[in-house]
């Protein structure tokens, strides 16, 4: 047994000053004051740090195998025009220069900090490099498509399991894209897929404009896209994607509703009663539309949304801390700590995922330190302002 005992501790929900963790190798027993974990453990070597501990970072919505086109899309041309432009450089890069970028950035996220991730693929060409640095969480298998005959047959063509490379901690499942990007017969088989005991869904929804004129009245500018990109003309359902959604039975507490960012009122109403958890990527909705998800309003109804980064075809880092800080500075009433638990222990619970996210006895979420002088800050408040600074490992991570 080892007391770590620092200034700060931010457990993934609450903020302690003065604060401590006992650790077993790397599985907390005890997290509180220092005055009561010396207390609960007297003789244990105590480790002093000046600064804040947390528990890993939860990247919940992220796509590696993109992270050849970091800088490659220029920001502020809304979602068709950047998906416009992202198409067209798809068949530009190497195959050699696509996995050194893979390779970066699955490394880059162990460094900073990152545990767990649920991360898109349409390929599966970023697990080795996720595995291969210890990360946890969900590999989500994307498919789209909008002839019924031929995305059946890709569907039915598609792993069921995590088979075939080396998938580490991560879990495996398959995965809509968005509900007006894949027909109807294949949404539906996923929403049978969904009601499979262990079963873990992701799906973009709500994230412009376009994609509710397409949905409503089946016109707009994502279905001009469509319909030139692909040659399939889209028909709208008269339904908004939320309401949608609920109608395929896909507002569930097993699948994620990524982004948001378009969402109404009522349809946030929709969310909270159905208790689907909610994952935010703020930098890469500015990024695209120039806009964030109306979070107050999610707050109001208890929605307690998780963090991702999109991926560095739309953002700068993979850095979920990145994320929160914009959130702090865009929300200034509200705790930072809010934030961080977002970053944390909110997106563990997305993703399903036990042990991690959060310190508590038992768990071995990877304990993590940012040094340096509080200066009257809160602990959470210090971690935002030096997400900059290296992140010591105090604990590594650890499949429960």
């Known amino acids: 047994?080892?007391?770590?005992?620092?200034?700060?501790?931010?457990?993934?929900?609450?903020?302690?000053?003065?604060g401590a963790v006992a650790?077993?190798?790397?599985?907390?027993?005890?997290?509180?004051?220092?005055?009561?974990?010396?207390?609960?453990?007297?003789?244990a070597p105590v480790q002093r740090v000046n600064g804040v501990v947390f528990p890993g970072l939860v990247n919940a919505h992220t796509h590696v195998e993109l992270s050849v086109f970091h800088g490659a899309v220029p920001s502020g041309l809304g979602f068709v025009g950047w998906v416009d432009r992202f198409m067209g450089l798809r068949g530009s890069v190497s195959p050699e220069a696509t996995a050194a970028a893979i390779e970066r950035a699955a490394a880059t996220l162990a460094e900073r900090g990152t545990v767990a991730v649920g991360d898109i693929t349409n390929g599966l060409s970023a697990v080795s490099a996720l595995a291969a640095q210890g990360l946890g969480g969900w590999v989500f298998h994307e498919l789209f498509g909008l002839g019924a005959q031929d995305v059946a047959a890709r569907y039915a063509a598609m792993p069921t399991a995590a088979v075939g490379r080396d998938f580490g901690d991560l879990a495996y499942h398959r995965a809509p894209h968005t509900l007006h990007t894949l027909h109807p017969s294949v949404l539906a088989l996923f929403a049978d897929e969904a009601r499979t005991p262990g079963a873990r869904l992701s799906v973009h929804l709500a994230e412009h404009p376009g994609e509710r004129r397409l949905l409503e009245h089946g016109d707009g500018p994502m279905a001009d896209w469509l319909l030139a990109r692909t040659g399939a003309r889209v028909s709208g359902v008269s339904r908004g994607p939320v309401a949608y959604a609920g109608d395929l039975g896909l507002l569930r507490e097993n699948v994620m509703l990524v982004h948001l960012t378009d969402a109404t009122g009522e349809e946030l109403d929709q969310v909270a009663t159905a208790k689907s958890p909610v994952v935010l990527c703020p930098r890469s909705n500015v990024f695209i539309e120039g806009r964030l998800p109306d979070v107050r309003a999610m707050l109001r109804r208890g929605i307690e949304p998780a963090l991702g980064t999109d991926s560095l075809a739309s953002n700068d880092t993979l850095d979920v801390l990145d994320d929160a800080a914009l959130l702090r500075r865009s929300f200034p009433d509200e705790p930072a700590s809010i934030w961080l638990q977002a970053a944390t222990r909110n997106g563990a619970r997305a993703l399903g995922l036990s042990g991690v996210g959060e310190l508590a006895a038992s768990a071995a979420p990877g304990v993590y330190a940012i040094e340096g002088a509080l200066e009257g800050r809160r602990p959470a408040d210090f971690v935002l302002d030096h997400?900059?600074?290296?992140?010591?490992?105090?604990?590594r991570r650890s499949a429960s």
């Open 1 to 18: 047994m080892r007391i770590v005992h620092a200034d700060g501790v931010f457990t993934g929900t609450q903020e302690i000053l003065d």
């Open 23 to 43: 650790l077993e190798g790397d599985r907390v027993h005890a997290v509180g004051s220092a005055a009561d974990v010396a207390s609960a453990f007297p003789g």
């Open 387 to 395: 997400r900059d600074r290296t992140r010591r490992v105090l604990a």
